[in-house]
């Protein structure tokens, strides 16, 4: 089997690392930057600071703000307008997993003229966007460092998985100070996710010596430091860990790639407008007890290099402790169960059960599972989850 490993031509991590941002941009050439700010961030202290720099290296700015958490096409096609209408040759964008995505997709979208539904699936994209510099403020999706956008079609209400190696932006910059403003329950969100990235990177049937090691160093590093960083919001050690895990959470997946539970959560997100960390949390633990009989080797490896089982112990414990490991993690990160993030609504629940079923197998991402499962195990594994 071959296998391809992308990432950007730059990876800049560390403490107030945001500062080269203009020396960065005036490196690729850029002239006029369209900057794509969550707008959590639109009127912070830092992208003030950010500006300046900008205008002081003789960069033009423009800000974007308006697109949602994950974010519509119709949020691409508006920055897309503002990137042409200001004239812009650059992106720089600032935000977590939504920000990230609505700015490769800006980019590729001012430069592919349509519908934003032609890119759906893998490698669709003719035109390259422009460079585009990618700042991180969540530890979570690790779009910073993929080729992956997940763009909601308003017009089907399906989330689009977008891939192709023209997202991958041109410089990350991983400044984990951006993440110590998060609350509780996002920090545990988007810290399971970037669990969830390492754990399907490194059972998927499309991992690879490559990204192997690099998915076990983001699952060690959110073992030993999630808990720490939802607890006490200003650990430095345990912040600064969990940005680099979701880093190489998003550099695992994007050369390998994600699984069931990434599937399923995509069209649970879309029905119950559930936010993409809280939908793969609340499926995490039921999908793997599902998952590891398909993998018992691959899963129990991860459970050994967690240390939450001795070297010797069986594949079979070494899975069950492993499972049962991430339903305490849940419990602890006080993640709601998936009856109560869909305010307990059993019947739109149970209405909903085929089409999430069928979506889900549509995205591609369950059959690169352990056990591909029919549709009625799908239905099956949200039941459980409920
Ligand atoms: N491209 C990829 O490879 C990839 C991978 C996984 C998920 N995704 C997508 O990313 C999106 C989710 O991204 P996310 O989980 O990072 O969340 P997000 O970007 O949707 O942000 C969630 C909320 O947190 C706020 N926020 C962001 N940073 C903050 C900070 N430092 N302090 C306080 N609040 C902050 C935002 O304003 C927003 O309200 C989804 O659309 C998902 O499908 C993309
Ligand atoms: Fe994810």
């Given at each position: 089997m071959t296998s391809r490993f992308d990432s950007p031509k730059a990876i800049i991590t560390g403490r107030g690392c945001r500062a080269q941002s203009a020396d960065l941009l005036a490196s690729l050439h850029a002239q006029r930057t369209l900057i794509v700010s969550d707008p959590f961030f639109a009127s912070s202290e830092f992208l003030g600071e950010m500006r300046t720099t900008l205008a002081a290296k003789g960069i033009a700015v423009e800000l974007f703000t308006e697109f949602q958490p994950d974010p519509t096409d119709q949020n691409v096609l508006a920055g897309a307008e503002r990137f042409s209408r200001f004239g812009a040759d650059s992106i720089l964008a600032i935000g977590g997993g939504s920000a990230l995505d609505v700015a490769k997709m800006v980019g590729v979208a001012a430069a592919n003229p349509g519908p934003v539904s032609q890119f759906q699936g893998y490698h669709r994209v003719s035109n390259p966007g422009p460079p585009l510099v990618a700042v991180p403020t969540?530890?979570?999706?690790?779009s910073e460092a993929t080729k992956v956008a997940v763009i909601t079609d308003t017009s089907r209400n399906v989330k689009m998985m977008i891939l192709d190696a023209k997202l991958m932006p041109t410089v990350a910059m991983v400044d984990y100070e951006l993440t110590f403003s998060m609350p509780k329950p996002l920090t545990a969100h988007v810290g399971v996710d970037a669990l969830t990235h390492g754990i399907e990177a490194y059972v998927s049937r499309k991992a690879n010596p490559l990204t192997d090691p690099v998915a076990l160093s983001c699952i060690t590093k959110i073992h030993e430091n999630l808990s720490a960083a939802w607890s006490d919001p200003g650990n430095e050690k345990a912040r600064e860990a969990m940005s680099l895990a979701a880093l190489q959470g998003g550099l695992a997946f994007t050369n390998s790639s994600v699984c069931l539970v990434h599937g399923m959560s995509r069209p649970l997100g879309v029905v119950f407008h559930l936010p993409h960390g809280l939908s793969n949390s609340v499926l995490l633990p039921t999908v793997t007890s599902f998952s590891w009989p398909g993998a018992a080797v691959r899963y129990a490896e991860i459970a050994r290099e967690m240390r939450i089982v001795a070297d010797k112990s069986s594949d079979e414990l070494a899975c069950e402790s492993l499972a049962e490991w991430l339903a305490r993690l849940n419990n602890d990160l006080q993640v709601p169960r998936l009856r109560e993030c869909c305010a307990g609504d059993v019947e739109k629940f149970r209405a909903s059960l085929h089409k999430m079923a069928s979506d889900a197998l549509e995205s591609g991402s369950p059959q690169n599972n352990p056990i591909v499962p029919a549709p009625d195990q799908i239905v099956e594994l949200f039941e459980l989850a409920w």
């Open positions: 969540t530890a979570g999706t690790g």
